[in-house]
């Protein structure tokens, strides 16, 4: 298998080097330092890894299901422990596609199912997601695309980049059409727990026996560093099948990533950090919502859901081009492009970061530059 770059990791390299003074795209919450787990760390653990589970620590497991609401209908064996939502979707994808296998995936959504399915030599059918129907898919278009060969539903939910998510109802009757011919349903859902109106998404894994979740500590408590994350499903065979290929890449987890993973879900605090990503998200969005309102040249669905959302770009200029001269002296401010999702006239806005990602001085850069576009 070769796994050819996407667009959105080209962007991302081109952009490392830049400094930015101010990011317009930042999609985790603010970050710990590692000073605020210190006192919880045991100076004496031991940093071998013998003895531990393979699955990943218990209690991290627990934290995991308790969060997803996930305590009545999974246990602590139907979770793996992984490096990141990133890894958890790679096993999952790789080891249930083969070549020739299709798998349906939302567009615009998370690009890893899309570039993974390729590299694999899977037909990979895009379940299209509307802009005039709030970036809803249609479950008549999924039922038209599903198929014998369907092996997997890959769904970001709540949606990178979009912001949109699937309500209970809807979810039962992807898992009701998916059931038809066995197909496993993946709810990618790192952004669940910050869901701006409403309860958190329901995690697909309690819903059905072939539905996995995955998800990580990296958005809504801003831990990406730790490469922390899960992978919840009732398929044994589908933890085992990860386990087996893990062994095959990196072996096991990282110690210390798991051992702050426990302390930062560990209830109490996780309220308390869930409180501070909530509040901060909150105030961004409104403040990029009035921006938005604001500007002739710019549209959007706002988020339902996650820290950023996909905005319409109505200008002579595509999102590609804004990004470029964005970056440049004197605006020195970071935006994703759409063509990175396949949507070249919108940005991809974010109102992650707190104070450090200064989204006001981005918005005032961002005002300039379409200012000094129209004159
Ligand atoms: C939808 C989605 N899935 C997965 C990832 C990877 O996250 P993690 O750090 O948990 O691997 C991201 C990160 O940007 C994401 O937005």
Known sequence: MHIKIHRLFELLLETTSAQPEAVLGFSLAESPKLGDFLADL?????????????????ELRQHVLTHANLTDTCHIDDVLITAGTAEANFMSICQLVQPGDEMIVDVPGWPQPLVLGEAIGAQVRPLVRREENAWRFDLDDLARLIRPRTKLIFLCNPN???GQIMREDELHEVVRLAERVGAYVLC???????EWHGPRVPSVAGLYERGISTGSVSKALGLQGLRTGWLICRDRKVIFDAMVMRENSSEIMNVMGEMIAEIAMRPPRY????HKARADGAQNLQLLDQFIESRRELAWQKPAAGLIGLCRLNAPITSDELGKRLLAAPYRTFSIPGSAYGFPQHIRLGVGGGAAAKLSQGLAQLAKCLDDLRS
């Open 42 to 58: 045991d100076p004496n653990l031991s940093l071998d890894w013998s003895g531990k589970s393979f699955n990943g620590l218990p």
């Open 188 to 194: 990618d859902e790192v952004y669940a727990g910050l």
């Open 160 to 162: 990178n980049p979009t």
């Open 271 to 274: 309220a308390a950090a869930m």
